[in-house]
């Protein structure tokens, strides 16, 4: 069997990224046409379908899933081996790409403003963060390295926790006229809820005001941590959130934690690294720069809890 080019595996795996021809034909700057026929000649040449429209919908059929994880894998070791046979050559090594997908409060809170000290550290790496949900569930797209809420397992994968396992209520001192409150103070004030799974109400308040569980629909509800932790600044209400994404806020006044108590969270905000991922070793380089700058953050957290808060389970 003719292996397929790169050309037309790098083609298959935008359009199964973008879920569009149109997309993926401007990412690669080609034309429409030209991404279609190259996707049809790969169908073609497998003897398949991988890819089937529904209305305006494009999505991968069961055999472009399957074939789309060893496509990117393929794709990835023909780039590192052309990365290692320039430098056994002695030539210029393009810069390694590291892909990673965050969510975007990950990323705008922790990732990005602790990058210039991995560009002083790793100059010739090159990162392109794409910003998802923290709970999505990735399957067209294949990254080196995922940011992901839960406990920490997932199939064909291995997962190394990060931080988020300390959250707490949290507000805006001008919301209070103060930095203290009590739980019957706290529950007259609005209440600002999370989308998303973990970091919520309920798991809260099973372990601080058991006979206390705001609803959904008692307050304002926001995507994610990236629109509800400027909404908490502003004042529009209290929430839960995890402390490594507030610690910035809560060590400089912005925010406070009212009550005093933390709870341990069965959540975690873990590196997700797929198996099978390509540029090893420029992942591994991230890893080793990300790894300590997440332990140095938890010594800061656990610094702000020793200076006088509980500590829930």
């Known amino acids: 069997m003719n292996i397929p080019s790169v ?18 034909a401007d990412t690669l700057c080609l034309t429409q046409s030209a991404v279609s026929k190259q996707v049809q000649a790969l169908e073609e040449q497998l003897g398949c379908r991988l890819f089937v429209r529904s209305g305006k919908l494009l ?13 990117s894998d393929a794709l990835a070791m023909l780039q590192d081996g052309m990365a290692i046979a320039q430098e056994v050559a002695g030539e210029k090594t393009p810069a390694a790409a590291v892909e990673i997908s965050a969510s975007p409060a990950f990323a705008s809170y922790w990732l990005i403003p602790r990058l210039p000290g991995f560009r002083e550290r790793a100059p010739g790496t090159r990162l ?17 390295l995922e940011v992901r809420v839960g406990a ?12 988020g396992r300390e959250m ?8 209070l ?32 005001a058991p006979a206390w569980t705001p609803r959904v629909g008692s307050g304002l509800l926001f995507e994610g941590f990236s629109v509800l932790i400027p909404a908490v600044v502003a004042g529009l209400g209290v929430a839960i959130c995890p402390l490594f994404l507030v610690l910035d806020q809560l060590e400089s006044g912005r925010l406070v934690r009212p009550l005093g108590e933390c709870v341990r969270t069965r959540h975690a905000y873990h590196a997700v690294l797929p198996t099978g991922a390509g540029h090893g070793a420029a992942r591994e380089r991230f890893l080793d720069w990300m790894l300590p700058e ?8 656990q610094k702000h809890l020793d200076s006088g808060y509980s500590m829930a389970e």
């Open 7 to 24: 050309p037309v595996l790098r083609a298959f795996i935008e359009v199964a990224r973008c879920n569009s021809f149109t997309r993926a």
């Open 59 to 71: 999505a991968l059929t069961p055999a472009g899933h399957a074939y789309l994880a060893h496509a």
């Open 128 to 144: 392109v963060v794409r910003p998802r949900l923290p709970d999505f569930s990735p399957v067209t797209e294949r990254f080196d």
């Open 152 to 163: 920490g397992r997932w199939p064909d994968a291995r997962a190394i926790r990060l931080l």
């Open 168 to 175: 707490a209520l949290v507000a805006s001192p001008d919301l």
């Open 177 to 208: 006229g103060d930095t203290r409150a009590t739980l019957r103070q706290i529950q007259a004030l609005p209440v600002l809820h999370r989308a998303q799974r973990g970091y919520d109400w309920k798991e809260w308040s099973a372990s601080v």
């Open 294 to 301: 997440a332990e140095a953050t938890q010594m800061r957290i």
